[in-house]
């Protein structure tokens, strides 16, 4: 089946620095990819919607100027953290439909990033 | 209020109950429907995509009721392997999944 490969896996940085998470989709095209941030015990937080080849959709509350989101290519969607703060510590993870199925689209994940600042 | 309401639990229930789930979505325009499990620290995986007429995998059962829009999961004969964050999700008109809060299940012996 269709996979997406995210990296990396867990990230722990200094209070100030930027983070990139990469996610690939591999044997298919993601036109759009969906990036999700979930704190502990908390459910999975829709940030943005990435579309390939123009801006990023952001969910309200979300600083499209802090979460820079990149589609550039139809099988790679970024996600950078500038400036991250302790605040910022969470688990991302990105996520892209299967268009497949004309009725019933269910989401390809990624094994998500724990984000750590320090 | 939310789009997506599920009740965060905690359940805890002993190996062999049945539990059953509720999630409630806000718009009437959405379309699909589906549960997840999520282990701690780990991507959802999907559950089972949930129809008009219900449908059953195993011991899961998923149900969808438009006129009330609600969405429910059943678990018969649970197994300590059930142990884990169920969520529902809801995809809006506007193409957006939304995932509810996730229920914690725990299974004990």
């Known amino acids: 089946g269709a996979v997406v490969s995210q990296h990396p896996s867990r990230v722990i940085c200094k209070s100030g620095t930027s983070v990139k998470i990469e996610c690939r989709s591999l044997d298919f095209q993601a036109t759009t990819m969906f990036w999700y941030r979930q704190f502990p015990k908390q459910s999975l937080m829709l940030m943005a919607t990435?579309?390939?080849?123009?801006?990023?959709?952001?969910e309200q509350g979300v600083e499209k100027d802090k979460f820079l989101i990149n589609h550039a290519s139809l099988t790679l969607s970024t996600l950078t953290v500038t400036s991250a703060h302790p605040e910022d510590s969470s688990f991302y993870i990105c996520s892209a439909p299967d268009r497949t199925a004309a009725t019933n689209e269910k989401l390809f994940f990624g094994s998500g990033t724990q984000l750590s600042v320090l | 209020r939310k789009e997506v309401e599920q009740d965060p639990g905690p359940f805890n229930v002993p190996e062999g109950a049945t539990v059953a789930f509720n999630c409630t979505y806000s718009n009437s325009a959405s379309q699909s429907f589906f549960w997840y499990r999520q282990d701690c620290r780990k991507e959802p995986k999907l559950l089972m995509s949930?129809?008009?007429s219900g449908n059953e995998d195993g011991r899961f059962t998923a149900q969808l009721n438009r006129a009330s829009q609600y969405i429910s999961l059943l678990i018969r004969d649970s197994k300590l392997s059930d142990s884990a964050t169920y969520l529902c999700?809801?995809?809006?008109?506007?193409?957006?999944?939304?995932f509810g809060s996730g229920t914690r299940l725990s299974i004990r012996p």
């Open positions: 990435s579309n390939e080849g123009s801006k990023a959709t952001y």
């Open positions: 949930v129809y008009s």
């Open positions: 999700a809801v995809r809006s008109s506007a193409s957006k999944i939304i």
